[in-house]
Every structure is written in C-alpha cells, then in structure tokens.
C-alpha cells in the first residue's frame, strides 16, 4: 500500500487578518506529516512525498505543460495533443504518476479519454 502526501515544503502562506493568524497557521503540516509515516510505518505502508505544483496543467498523455492548458477552473484540454477531461482527475493522475515514477500515466488517461467521449 502507498499513500500519497503533498511536499510541504511547497505550501502558501495566506495572508490573514492579524487575529487570525495563530489560529491560522497553528498546523504544523510537517508535524502532520510525521504522524502520517508513523502511522504508515505501522500499518507496512510507504508514504510517499510529491511536488503537487503544475500537476493541473500538465498533460498526463503528453507530457505538455501549460498554463492555458486549464481551459477554466473545471475544465483542462491539452494545447499539444488535445486530450480532455475534469482538471482535478487530470491532477490525480499526474500526482499518481509522480507517486509511482512513471509520470505521464498514459494507460489511465487513454482510459478515462475512452469513458469520457460516452
């Protein structure tokens, strides 16, 4: 079993009122981090770290990043191939495929092309 966790290296500080800013940043995501591999190490899992960053914008058939890939906030279609689908299952994929080394995951996105055109 694997599970996926985002590199918390990578997250954005949002700016808050200054009330709120305690509240607003108490989690200490490395910490949560920890007690996920803890967990993991457990259970006989792996846990793995990825880069979530342009995962929305990259073309998991092609390979082909771009910002104008993102059609709107739901929608992605590849300029280079024209592969379509929902932005956020086109971002799992290419987390999946980061996760498993074997990026981009084209067997799942000719799979999904193939439910999607029903």
Not at 6 to 11: A, D, E, L, Q, V
Request: glycine letters at 6%; charged letters at 20%.
């Amino acid at each position: 079993m694997r599970l996926i966790v985002y590199n918390s290296t990578h997250i954005p500080k949002e700016q808050v009122r200054r009330e709120q800013r305690r509240q607003h940043h108490a989690w200490a995501f490395q910490q949560l981090r920890g007690f996920i591999e803890y967990k993991a190490a457990l259970a006989g899992a792996v846990v793995v770290a990825v880069d979530p960053r342009n995962t929305s914008r990259t073309c998991p058939v092609c390979g082909f990043v771009s910002k104008t890939n993102r059609v709107s906030q739901s929608r992605f279609l590849c300029g280079q191939c024209g592969f379509a689908g929902l932005a956020d299952h086109i971002a799992a994929l290419n987390i999946r495929g980061r996760a498993l080394g074997d990026a981009p995951y084209v067997a799942a996105a000719a799979s999904y092309e193939s439910a999607s055109s029903r």
